[in-house]
């Protein structure tokens, strides 16, 4: 594997027929799940590394975000990526920047309207990956619903050639959705209200519920009883991430919450039918946790 710091290297290394795998670091096994999902698509995996401060809306936030660049090359190689983009903040902004990417509607429920700007920071940073490296396929986790649905929205507007895959939400053995922001839960119990909520809600709507506000209503309080305190339960549609009232299409019901200092968001993809898309499971600890020789 090499690791570059820029897209002419990129280029290069990678001229055509690429797998990218956008990333902020500090990988867990739900990156790697995308570069499984990569590989299986494509000769060549290309995976950026790059904390975006565009897309935190505080400064302490972005501080905190964890870093570790041996670590993850470490594991970044041993999962089959060929080329690991590293950016610095020159490469990726060298003027500040004075253009931002947009995408209206999709971006506004839900996280949109609890971390304004956000989305605007995703749009941009995506799509200057999705021009600079050209990649022919881009893979996101379904961890990250309204993101993804973002996502494929920018791509289909701004005609980038390339296919967006979803890769399903690979949890810890206890059901908490892997984030690299894990390591900063003191909580633990608090933190599962999340997924035992979304669990208990999926349950309801494979027995028949298709209410969105008796669903919404299960999560809340299955992670409120919990201790979690949550910003918002909603069931959008999948490809719009538009909030709906009655699950007659493809969707997906979302949560976010704080537990202690640490937000956490997570959800459940559903059918009309009722069948959910849970995520996987490991059977062991999380690498987020190992200590690596590096």
Do not use: W
Request: with cysteine; glycine share 8%.
């Amino acid at each position: 594997m090499r690791t570059v710091g820029t897209f002419a290297e990129v280029r290069v290394a990678a001229p055509s027929g690429a797998a990218l795998v956008p990333t902020m670091g500090y990988l867990h096994e739900g990156h790697l799940a995308c570069v499984e999902a990569a590989r299986a698509r494509s000769d060549i995996v290309v995976m950026s590394l790059f904390v975006n401060p565009l897309q935190f809306d505080s400064s302490s936030d972005l501080d905190r975000y964890p870093r570790d660049l041996g670590r993850d090359a470490i594991l970044a190689e041993s999962a089959g990526v060929d080329l690991l983009f590293a950016p610095n903040i020159g490469e990726m902004y060298p003027e500040g920047p004075a253009t931002r990417v947009r995408v209206s509607g999709v971006s506004e429920a839900m996280e949109g309207a609890h971390r304004p700007g956000h989305f605007e920071g995703v749009a941009t940073v995506v799509a200057k990956l999705f021009a600079g490296i050209r990649p022919e396929i881009a893979c996101f986790g379904r961890k990250d619903a309204q993101q993804l649905a973002v996502v494929r929205t920018l791509a289909r507007d701004l005609s980038f050639p390339l296919e967006i895959v979803g890769v399903s939400t690979v949890r810890e053995a206890d059901g908490l959705a892997l984030s690299s922001r894990n390591v900063r839960v003191e909580d633990r119990e608090s933190a599962l209200g999340l997924s035992r909520g979304l669990f208990a809600a999926a349950e309801a709507a494979a027995s028949g519920e298709r209410l969105a506000a008796p669903l919404e209503q299960i999560v809340t309080e299955v992670a409120t009883d919990t201790g979690a305190k949550v910003q918002y339960a909603t069931l959008a549609d999948r490809h719009s991430a538009a909030p709906i009232e009655h699950l007659d299409c493809e969707a997906f019901l979302a949560v976010a919450a704080t537990v202690g200092e640490v937000r956490l968001i997570d959800n459940v993809f559903l059918d009309p039918d009722g069948h959910a898309d849970l995520g996987t499971r490991l059977a062991h600890p999380s690498i987020l946790y190992e200590k690596l020789n590096l």
